[in-house]
């Protein structure tokens, strides 16, 4: 089956590490694309090609201000990654559960010899 456009959801979007990298630095607040491509040794070009692509499925949104354009992480357009990776949640819990389990019986098998 062929893939889709990058473009066509978040899940595609964040795929690249790069954008991965962008929303993390948005997490803090609004930023310039020049901070942006700074921080992450890329330029500025490459930053703005990769901030359309996730200002397009809706997890970056921009506003003017005077001659810049500031993004911010827009997390709802996330709701889908967030929802399907909490699908693992029950997993991981028994799996901590499993290992606290054993290490309670491995404290105390220790104590008692």
């Known amino acids: ?21 962008i929303l993390a630095l948005l997490r803090a607040g609004e930023r310039p ?10 330029s500025q070009p490459q930053a703005s090609k990769h901030l359309r692509v996730l200002r397009e499925v809706g997890l970056v949104r921009v506003r003017g201000a005077g001659k ?10 996330l709701r889908p990654v967030h929802e399907w ?7 991981w819990n028994e799996s ?3 290992l606290d389990t054993y290490v309670q019986e491995l404290k105390q098998t220790q104590q008692e010899e």
Do not use: C, K, W
């Open 1 to 21: 089956m062929a893939r889709a456009a990058t473009t066509s959801d978040a899940f595609n979007a964040i795929a690249e590490p790069q954008r991965r990298d």
């Open 85 to 91: 990776a909490g699908g693992f949640e029950r997993f």
């Open 68 to 77: 810049q354009r500031l993004y911010a992480l827009d997390a709802r357009g």
């Open 33 to 42: 694309v020049t901070d942006l491509a700074l921080e992450l040794g890329m």
């Open 96 to 98: 901590f559960d499993r």
